[in-house]
């Protein structure tokens, strides 16, 4: 038999170590012949194109440069597919091609949209009579599946936040006068990323000094208030904010004009940088952490990298096992000493889905973190990835 | 004899690496007995605001710590001296101070403001008869002072923003769709880390294919023109902008207005973010690799670390050796083998100047980069420094 891999959604530090993941089960399984790729996630299947990896990834060296290479080596989409009892016809051209290479196993990698294909796919494989496996390997730095412990992404993007805050706080501290800096981070609705700087107080950092999620509310009078407390203990004062972030209408200051007569919306860093100018009036700057976040592996989690390796493997087992419309997902039994086990779930209770921060995780002023989410967000950053370097940057895997 | 050494100037990630040469070396010298350390720059020798450093960095380790923690660890000042012939206030009060703790040889770690500080302040103490040695010693992200090959903290920023500019390449690669990505790195008058984004090409990258210095003249026209030129051969056109690079009047889509009515600049990533959206219509963003340019220590140039060490030690012989007034700087001998020596110039003449990228190494088209100049760049980002880590994020030194 043969089976395919693909990569969704946004990039990550850690999709292609779960690509590597299940490139090497399938190596080591003798029922598994070629292992195809499919270019720009789920379109590949559809227009046929797939590429064999057996003939691109060649040797253990570039399994492990595969490893620490960021973002998605087979290319990705947003492609969802529609509703298969209204238009089958993409679903008919998938099946085709599967058969065609004789797949008989599809991975796909990727965050809650690509769950709904997973589901999707898999519910319409099996009423046609197919006995194609279709499993889902989760992906996001945002964190925010339902089900899952965490997901692969989100313990390396979790560290380079950690290691910039911390870096930026040395940087924010140098000069005598009051300062303010805000440090805006990813995740659009839920705070995981932002939250997890507090990982920074196990080092004995007090910084981030007020930590906003996009699932408490703000608004402009709460935040100059708290900025304004903080001021008082602090010369440098850190601020970590969600983009998802939003301040009632009346606050803004982020709707902005270009000379075009253009309108348009400044981040949320932007906005509270304004407000600090206006109402506060000392220095600020704020700071966006931007795609950085998602693609700086030269500083992944090793934990992350091989976790995202290790749910790669497992997904291939249990297609082999016979499961099909399912997530493989972590399981935490243990922080101290950190445990996990991989399980599955159906992809139908990921599938559009988000996990929010838990309430029971912010403080009662809704500015900052409590020490039980650092027992959950340490295990996830540990460890560092010996980067194979070429005059003196990173070597990245690159298809031929 | 004791001696004072002070930091300052913008943050890089060697300033703390050159105080441990100077301390390591007055460790090593009979002759010195206390080091001092001058918080704020020159307004801590000004206001007697000094700390024994014997009392604070303890150990080897405390010394690795150092080397590894970026930005000043005795904060900094943006000071600058008056003319001593029009206001010697300042310069009698530093004088008392370095003679009450009877410094005799004072270090100061800044860039070409710094160097202003150390001309003035040796000319003045040797006008009164006083034999007190001051010595600049180079750093800044920029690499724009004058006489020497290169500064120390230049090389870190450099390796940052090559590993970064490369994983960000590969983040922008990833959909089928054409894109636009403009990275803004830092550099107000001369181009030098903007340029250095060149080293790439050694790892076999194409991009970025454009790159804008502010040595060279550009406008709206000729910049939508390059892009276009190089969205007929890439997919995802990757462009590499100064901050310091201005284009016309008549072309600014970057003056905005807020709603409290208050016209601000955005940066020019924005602005020609905005003009590829309004006038190519594609997928664009920008991107300002902001501050973690000078304080990303966590991938920095081992070379450079040790350069700057080496270059803090190097003051301290001179001074002892009877030199005042006097920068230490970098000779290059050669590119490959790379050797450098280290020589002393007079700080007038690196004083409130600035060296800029050199033309030659400019392409014609005023938007690439020569091979010539990645011979140039290429031995300053080689190596990485061990970094201690703890909880799974790098320990940084703090005074306690």
């Not at 299947?45 to 620490?68: A, H, P, T």
């Not at 040395?170 to 939250?195: K, P």
Request: proline share 4%.
């Amino acid at each position: 038999m043969n089976i395919a891999v693909a990569q969704s959604g946004g990039p990550t530090c850690a999709i292609n170590a779960s690509l590597v993941g299940v490139f090497k089960e399938a190596l080591k399984t003798p029922a598994i012949d070629a292992v195809f790729g499919s270019i720009n996630g789920i379109e590949g299947m559809i227009k046929d194109e797939l590429i064999d990896l057996k003939m691109v990834i060649r040797s253990n060296e570039d399994m492990e440069l595969l490893r620490q290479t960021p973002s998605t080596v087979l290319g990705s989409c947003r492609y969802k597919l529609p509703a298969a009892d209204e238009d089958d016809e993409v679903y008919r051209k998938i099946q085709a091609n599967l058969e065609k290479h004789r797949i008989q196993a599809f991975f796909y990698i990727g965050g809650n949209d690509s769950m709904d294909t997973v589901d999707k796919l898999s519910v319409y494989l099996r009423s046609v009579g197919s006995d194609i496996r279709v499993i889902g390997i989760p992906k996001t730095i945002d964190n925010d599946l339902p089900i899952t412990d965490h997901t692969p992404g989100f313990g390396s993007a979790a560290k380079y936040v950690a290691a910039t805050v911390q870096e930026i706080i040395r940087d924010s501290s140098v000069y005598s006068v009051d300062s303010v800096t805000i440090i805006e981070i990813m995740g659009r609705h839920a705070g995981w990323l932002t939250a997890s700087t507090c990982v920074l107080r196990a080092n004995d950092e007090i910084a981030p000094h007020l930590i906003y999620l996009p699932e408490c509310d703000l608004d402009a009078d709460k935040f100059l208030e708290d900025v304004r407390i903080m001021q008082a203990k602090h010369k440098a004062v850190i601020v970590a904010v969600s983009e998802g972030v939003r301040i009632p209408e009346e606050n803004r200051t982020d709707i902005v004009v270009d000379n075009f007569g253009h309108e348009y919306l400044s981040g949320i860093g932007k906005t509270l940088e304004q407000l600090v100018k206006d109402r506060i009036g000392c220095k600020v700057r704020s700071i966006e952490l931007n795609v950085m976040q998602r693609c700086s592996s030269h500083i992944c989690s090793k934990t992350d990298i091989d976790e995202a390796e290790l749910i790669g493997s497992e997904g291939v087992k249990r297609a082999l096992a016979g499961e099909s419309g399912k997530m493989v997902y972590f399981k935490r039994l243990s922080d101290v000493p950190y445990v996990i086990t991989v399980e599955t779930t159906d992809a139908s209770q990921v599938a559009n889905k988000e996990k929010f921060f838990p309430k029971k995780w912010v403080n009662h002023a809704r500015n900052d973190i409590t020490p039980e989410a650092v027992r959950y967000f340490l295990p996830l950053i540990q460890g560092e990835v010996k980067i194979a370097m070429k005059n003196g940057m990173p070597v990245h895997f690159k298809l031929k």
